[in-house]
């Protein structure tokens, strides 16, 4: 390691919600296990709470919540020597301009380092694009890897920064049972979207208890009612539950927290497209991806094509276990085959070789105003990095109790309206 990481590497992770929080804390431990981790909460509508922080179980040094603008003029960043940008691609590219003008030559700076939470199966351009100019950009898996590649070179872009991993959080031992006894579906907050097809969901869920009655079935949720994660969640399965015809059977429960635990007793996994199936694949376990709504781009399943995982509830009901494929599970990068100790080997050499430099090249996104000029101002502006930021580094005690106490009124109006009314105007509009 060169002198600036003799010691524990020191890195600031940035997260906008709950399931990017889990990804960049992980990832973090995964580059570099002892190092010093500082969170950063990006202020919004997802801004992940106590609660769910708790669930990721990854301990960190610090944790404050910040807008966009407070992270670029009011953090030290000689005092970190990478910062992993956990964020929705069009906050990673307003980050990257924003920090851009802080080290225009080459400097001694942090090593940028980004990437997606799981399967990436819409706007991969968009995306991939928006999270151009980062130092390391990570894909999960080899599929990804070459994907990744083939955007940035379609487009002229320097395709160097991607750099192959895995998803952080897979783990566990392999599965060897026999018999399924726990059945857990793997909800999303908004695959599928319509109130119709969630409840045709649930309804075969629970008929599937019925039909079992040997069987724990378990519904696993993301977020308790009032917390927003990642998608926004129109109608939650809570209350969806609430309504089934006759209640629902007493080998029926709905269950939180942390997915690995659940996958601990689990036999057979089904969802539509979660993440949680290639956690679940990872440790062997039988997994099924539902065919029952269509395999569609918009549900995200035709990502497991080829996986021999695709399955309808009239099968499991008969009693079928998919066998995945293991061709495809290698090229995702779950195969349990011993692979995954060494799968973050890449991102670290990569990181030792950018700290070694004496300094690195400005940040050069593909995005400018040369090549989007008709995109990327909306994408500052709504970060409030269009120019018009003004330095907060200059405020003294009493204006910055001042400035904190109207911000966290203000915040705490701002979630009320978004995960309260916003919702409720949405459902009457749809009347």
């Known amino acids: 390691m060169p002198a600036s990481t003799s010691k524990a ?15 960049g804390a992980l990832t973090a431990r995964r580059i570099a296990p002892e190092a010093r981790i500082d ?33 670029i003029g009011e953090i030290d960043y000689s005092a970190y020597d990478v910062v992993l940008l956990a964020l929705v691609g069009g906050a990673v590219q307003a980050m990257l301009h924003g920090l851009a003008p802080l080290w225009p030559d080459t400097d001694r700076r942090p090593v940028l380092c980004t990437g997606y939470v799981g399967v990436v199966y819409e706007k991969l351009a968009d995306g991939l694009l928006l999270r151009h100019g980062a130092d390391i950009v990570i894909a999960n898996s080899r599929h990804d890897a070459e994907r990744f590649r083939a955007v940035y070179e379609g487009v002229g872009a320097d395709a160097s920064a991607v750099t192959e991993a895995a998803l952080p959080f897979l783990g566990g031992d392999s599965y060897t049972g026999t018999d399924t006894r726990t059945v857990v579906f793997a909800a999303q907050p908004s695959v599928p979207q319509s109130r119709a097809d969630r409840t045709y969901l649930l309804r075969r869920l629970v008929q599937h208890a019925r039909l079992h009655p040997g069987r724990e079935v378990l519904l696993k949720l993301r977020s308790k009612p009032g917390e927003h994660t990642t998608h926004i969640e129109e109608l939650p399965y809570q209350k969806l539950a609430a309504r089934i015809e006759g209640g629902v059977p007493p080998n ?29 694949l990872h440790r062997r376990i039988p997994t099924a991806v539902l065919t029952d709504l269509g395999v569609r781009e918009v549900l995200g399943n035709h990502h497991f094509l080829g996986s021999g995982c695709l399955a309808s509830w009239d099968q499991l009901d008969a009693g079928h276990r998919p066998r ?31 700290l070694e430099r004496p300094g ?13 000029p008709g995109y990327l101002p909306g994408i500052l502006a709504r970060h409030r990095l269009d120019g018009t930021q003004t330095a907060t580094t200059d405020v003294t005690g009493v204006r910055r109790v001042l400035r904190d106490t109207v911000r966290e009124a ?4 701002y979630r009320h309206g978004v995960q309260r009314v916003a919702p409720v105007i949405r459902r009457m509009g749809e009347l």
Do not use: C, N
């Not at 927290?257 to 956690?279: F, I, K, N, P, Q």
């Not at 293991?326 to 060494?342: I, K, N, R």
């Open 9 to 23: 590497l020191r890195i600031a992770v940035i997260a906008d919600s709950d399931t990017r929080w889990k990804w």
């Open 39 to 71: 969170g950063f909460l990006l202020r919004g509508r997802a801004t992940p709470t106590p609660r769910q922080l708790a669930e990721v179980g990854v301990p960190v040094d610090g944790v404050r919540e910040v807008t966009a603008a407070e992270f």
């Open 252 to 280: 029926f429960r709905l269950v939180y927290g942390h997915m690995g635990e659940v996958l601990d007793r689990t036999d057979l996994l089904v969802t539509v497209s979660s993440t949680a199936a290639l956690e679940s």
């Open 324 to 354: 995945a494929d293991e061709e495809w599970l290698a090229s995702q990068g779950v195969a349990a085959d011993g692979s995954y100790e060494t799968a973050f080997d890449a991102v670290r050499k990569r990181v030792t070789a950018l």
């Open 360 to 372: 690195l090249p400005p940040i050069a996104p593909y995005y400018t105003s040369a090549t989007a």
């Open 410 to 413: 203000a915040r705490g109006a």
